[in-house]
């Protein structure tokens, strides 16, 4: 049985930088990196089975206006049961995240298990812009957006 449970503290890091460096967005992730994003983040959220982490994902937010959710990842083990919309789900119904009313995120293959949370693509992709920028800590980053 899969419970979903939110919180810095019951995150099992080693497994989480295990499975994000497997993601394409980041792959060879550093468990320094994963850390140091999740305790900057709104909302961390994990899926376990038993003991046993098999899912991650987190908002970044100022919890007023905006989210932006992120390294959504379901251990291959378990996809396709609905646990990825389950962590969506949980973070898009979250207490703390209530007045949210503009969330964003980006993908490259998962378009259908974020529709079925309610994303839809941008109406006017031609607004937004990035930046990447070179930082010692991330040096070979790519741009995921």
Not at 61 to 83: C, H, L, P, W
């Amino acid at each position: 049985m899969v419970h979903i449970c939110d919180g810095y503290e019951k995150m099992d890091f080693t497994k989480v930088t295990d499975m994000l460096a497997k993601a394409y967005w980041s792959e060879d992730i550093g468990q320094d990196e994963v850390m140091r994003g999740a305790s900057n983040s709104a909302l961390v959220v994990g899926a376990f089975v038993e003991d046993e982490q098999i899912g991650y994902a987190r908002a970044v937010s100022d919890k007023t206006r905006f989210a932006y959710i992120m390294d959504v990842y379901v251990d291959e083990r378990y996809r396709n049961q609905g646990i990825g919309q389950s962590l969506v789900n949980y973070i898009l119904d979250h207490e703390s995240l209530k007045d949210v009313y503009q969330w964003l995120l980006s993908t490259r293959d998962a378009h259908g298990l974020y529709a079925n949370c309610g994303f839809q693509p941008l109406a006017q992709p031609q607004r937004l812009m990035a930046l990447k920028r070179e930082v010692k800590n991330a040096p070979n980053r790519r741009l995921i957006i």
